[in-house]
């Protein structure tokens, strides 16, 4: 909220380490501070069409700037990127991901 966010996306499935805090705990701690919350949970390596346009729509119904949050935040930064497609172009896709310090230049031919 601080830095301006209005919304936040948990891609971060509940179990995924020890003493994380649970989807829910999150959800209630973001909306206390007036934050929108969508739960997306990506269990790496299971990526399905159903992920990204549950994404897309989040990011089109969502007030911004939105923050979307993983473990290391490579799972979110793919999400975002897959559901960018159409609405960037893929250079610019990888550009801004490397400028946030995410290597998506494999990712580049689905783009």
Not at 53 to 73: D, F, I, M, N, Y
Request: glycine letters at 12%; proline letters at 6%.
């Amino acid at each position: 909220v601080d830095q301006g966010f209005k919304s936040l996306i948990i891609n971060r499935p509940d179990g995924e380490d020890p003493g994380q805090p649970t989807a829910a705990e999150t959800t209630a701690a973001a909306e206390a501070l007036g934050l929108q919350v969508r739960f997306i949970p990506l269990v790496g390596g299971q990526l399905t069409p159903e992920h990204i346009e549950q994404t897309k729509a989040a990011l089109a119904e969502l007030p911004g700037p939105v923050l979307a949050h993983c473990r290391s935040g490579m799972r979110s930064t793919t999400l975002w990127a897959l559901a960018s497609k159409g609405q960037m172009s893929a250079d610019d896709i990888v550009a801004a991901a490397g400028n946030a310090g995410y290597d998506l230049s494999g990712l580049h031919g689905k783009l």
